[in-house]
Nanobody
Framework: QVQLVESGGGLVQAGGSLSLSCAAS????????MGWFRQAPGKEREFVAA????????NYADSVKGRFTIFKDNAKATVYLQMNSLKPEDTAIYYC?????????????????WGQGTQVTVSS
C-alpha cells in the first residue's frame, strides 16, 4: 500500500522558515517524480514545486521562486520542501504527490499518489 506522509508544518512568523518533509512507503521512491501543492481556505489547490524522478529537473511556481527549494533523498524515500522568507499568503495546507517516472509536472492531474497534507500558517 502506497503512503505519502507529510510533516513539518506549523505556525511561523512572516520572514521565517519551515522545512516540510514527505515520507513515502510502498513504492520504489527512486523512480518517482514528486510535487508539492497547496490549498488555502476558499481557494483551489495550486502547484508549488516539483522535481523529476531523476532529480535533474525542478520546477517552481512564480510565487515561490527564489524562496522555496525542493529536493529528494532516495535513500530516505523522502522529498523535502525548504521554505524561506515566508509570507502570510503562503498559509495553506501543503500536499505532496508522486508520479512514477514523471517529470517535474505542475499539473496536479499528472500525479497518482497524494498525501493527507500538513498545515502551514504564516502570521503577519
Amino acid at each position: 500500500q502506497v503512503q505519502l506522509v507529510e510533516s513539518g508544518g506549523g505556525l511561523v512568523q512572516a520572514g521565517g522558515s519551515l522545512s516540510l518533509s514527505c515520507a513515502a512507503s510502498g513504492l520504489t521512491f527512486s523512480i518517482y517524480a514528486m510535487g508539492w501543492f497547496r490549498q488555502a481556505p476558499g481557494k483551489e489547490r495550486e502547484f508549488v514545486a516539483a522535481i523529476s524522478w531523476t532529480g535533474a529537473n525542478t520546477n517552481y511556481a512564480d510565487s515561490v521562486k527564489g524562496r522555496f527549494t525542493i529536493f529528494k533523498d532516495n535513500a530516505k524515500a523522502t522529498v523535502y520542501l525548504q521554505m524561506n522568507s515566508l509570507k502570510p499568503e503562503d498559509t495553506a495546507i501543503y500536499y505532496c504527490a508522486g508520479d512514477r517516472y514523471g517529470s517535474s509536472w505542475s499539473s496536479s492531474s499528472k500525479y497518482v499518489y497524494w498525501g493527507q497534507g500538513t498545515q502551514v500558517t504564516v502570521s503577519s
